[in-house]
T-cell receptor, first 113, second 115 residues
Framework: DADVTQTPRNRITKTGKRIMLECSQT?????MYWYRQDPGLGLRLIYY???????NKGEISDGYSVSRQAQAKFSLSLESAIPNQTALYFC????????????FGDGTRLSIL | AQSVTQPDIHITVSEGASLELRCNYS??????LFWYVQSPGQGLQLLLK??????LVQGIKGFEAEFKRSQSSFNLRKPSVHWSDAAEYFC?????????????FGKGTKLSVKP
């Protein structure tokens, strides 16, 4: 089984719909991250959480919200989806401390029509 | 501000040829540096990392990278490329300050391999 699991892997939905992307991990890491990947732009950080009670905005948090339900679970929500949120979304985890590598899920490809 | 630049958007090499992917960083102290690879339809996989010590770092899949402080570079190399190396490669630097633990990624270099 994968260490970082994202569901769903693919999703097509309509403008205005509420969408939740889920991430679960078995690595026992405290830190979890949500990124968005667009062609030519690399990965941009949406939100991150250093533990269950800690949630922080990243570079591009507008239009998104998150929930850290447990150490192992971190969900990303789009309250009212818009077409420019069409992208590939990644969840990642890491151990505490500076310089720790991040471990990525396989991504969710989201299309908003 | 911390930043990472990957000057080459797309590189094509022949199978068996050597490879060098460039990465330049902007950072105020000793950086933590990473290279990741993303194969189509998959997440990012860590190739190697540099924290301190020997400036030539060995990674998985036959890759290595050299940290050059004077040039603010951390270039990725492989002596002989295989067709399976075709992927997108990302360089990243570890952030400092209040967001310690976060990574700042470059925009990536896509590698194509010719038969």
């Amino acid at each position: 089984d994968a260490d970082v699991t994202q569901t769903p892997r693919n999703r097509i939905t309509k403008t205005g719909k509420r969408i939740m992307l889920e991430c679960s991990q078995t690595k026992g890491h405290d830190r979890m991250y949500w990124y968005r990947q667009d062609p030519g732009l690399g990965l941009r950080l949406i939100y991150y959480s250093f533990d269950v009670k800690d949630i922080n905005k990243g570079e591009i948090s507008d239009g998104y919200s998150v929930s850290r339900q447990a150490q192992a679970k971190f969900s990303l929500s789009l309250e009212s989806a818009i077409p420019n949120q069409t992208a590939l979304y990644f969840c990642a985890t890491s151990a505490p401390g500076r310089g720790q590598p991040q471990h990525f899920g396989d991504g969710t490809r989201l299309s908003i029509l | 501000a911390q930043s990472v630049t990957q000057p080459d958007i797309h590189i094509t090499v022949s199978e068996g040829a050597s490879l060098e992917l460039r990465c330049n960083y902007s950072y105020g102290a000793t950086p933590y540096l990473f290279w990741y690879v993303q194969s189509p339809g998959q997440g990012l996989q860590l190739l190697l990392k540099y924290f301190s010590g020997d400036t030539l770092v060995q990674g998985i899949k036959g890759f290595e990278a050299e940290f050059k402080r004077s040039q603010s570079s951390f270039n990725l190399r492989k002596p002989s490329v295989h067709w399976s190396d075709a992927a997108e490669y990302f360089c990243a630097v570890g952030a400092y300050g209040g967001s310690q633990g976060n990574l700042i990624f470059g925009k990536g270099t896509k590698l194509s391999v010719k038969p």
